[in-house]
């Protein structure tokens, strides 16, 4: 049973820029007039706008936390799943690494921003030949619901940090 819920959307908002909450809110709308609609082959597509926002969110956290730079946030070569991935949290770009160091609790963050990244994003939009990942409208509404819990734990976390 999928978790995404009304809260779930409203409790990101306050999270996002205006652009970002437009793509959710795009997201919110589609699923309600698809509530009769039950032969689509493949729901990737509702993940889309969800993961879209998570990127700019992720790319306006990391900014504002100070992991990275202006020049690296207006960068067209700036990749957010090369740097939140653990697999390289010893090179020296490592976001994941940098806030496993910021905080008692940012290395549960990280993973918890990386999940987001991999199942929200990477496994849907990358095409892999033995390995379309077709996901159905449950399966969708779950991915959906992984990238805002994660918005929302990193806006927390932001809002801890402004509170020290």
Do not use: C
């Not at 959710?24 to 699923?31: F, Y």
């Not at 309600?32 to 956290?61: M, T």
């Not at 900014?63 to 390289?88: A, C, H, M, Q």
């Amino acid at each position: 049973m999928s978790q995404l819920s009304p809260q779930i959307f409203k409790a990101t908002k306050p999270y996002l820029n205006q652009h970002q909450m437009l793509l959710i809110e795009d997201v919110e709308t589609v699923l309600k007039r698809l509530q009769s609609f039950d032969h689509i082959s493949d729901y990737s597509f509702l993940v889309s706008p969800v993961a879209k926002a998570y990127e700019g969110f992720l790319k306006d956290f990391f900014l504002e936390i100070k992991l990275i730079d202006r020049y690296s946030y207006e960068s067209d070569r700036f990749r957010v799943g090369k740097t939140l991935n653990p697999s390289l949290r010893f090179k020296r770009f490592s976001i994941f690494q940098k806030l496993a160091d910021l905080d008692e609790h940012g290395e549960e963050l990280a993973e918890i921003l990386w999940n987001a990244w991999k199942f929200g994003r990477n496994e849907l939009f990358h095409y892999f030949p033995k390995n379309l990942k077709k996901i159905d409208r449950e399966e969708a509404e779950n991915r959906i619901f992984l990238v805002l819990n994660a918005m929302i734990k990193a806006g927390q976390f932001l809002d801890s940090l402004h509170s020290l």
